[in-house]
Nanobody, 119 residues
Framework: QVHVVESGGGLVQAGGSLRLSCAAS????????VGWYRQAPGKQRELVAT???????DYAGSVKGRFAISTDNPKNGVYLQMNSLKAEDTAVYYC?????????????WGQGTLVTVSS
């Protein structure tokens, strides 16, 4: 069993910054990759950024240059630094952890953390 928890959301003014954290815990597992997704009201969930176990990262075009995903060890935490926030970044942000457990591959989602950017 793997459990994922996000934290760090909140209310911020446009132009401000927030740092989200994603923590995975459980018994025997390894992490293949971690992704941050977001879902705004009335919209589909979309990919924001991903990072592999080897440290390779990728970003949605809408956040490239403003957001940064990082980790020193995915099991210790994966972070999303969000700078120059815009009203359109308002959404619930979810962490998706792609893990390997003894029975095979397991995808685990967190419950999400709300980010509200006021204009």
């Amino acid at each position: 069993q793997v459990h994922v928890v996000e934290s760090g959301g909140g209310l911020v003014q446009a132009g401000g910054s927030l740092r989200l954290s994603c923590a995975a815990s459980g018994s025997t597992f390894s992490i293949n990759s971690v992704g941050w997704y977001r879902q705004a009201p009335g919209k589909q969930r979309e990919l924001v950024a991903t990072i592999s176990s080897g440290g390779l990262s990728d970003y949605a075009g809408s956040v490239k240059g403003r957001f940064a995903i990082s980790t020193d060890n995915p099991k210790n935490g994966v972070y999303l630094q969000m700078n120059s926030l815009k009203a359109e970044d308002t959404a619930v942000y979810y962490c998706k952890v792609d893990t390997q457990v003894p029975s095979g591959r397991l995808i685990v989602w967190g419950q999400g953390t709300l980010v509200t950017v006021s204009s």
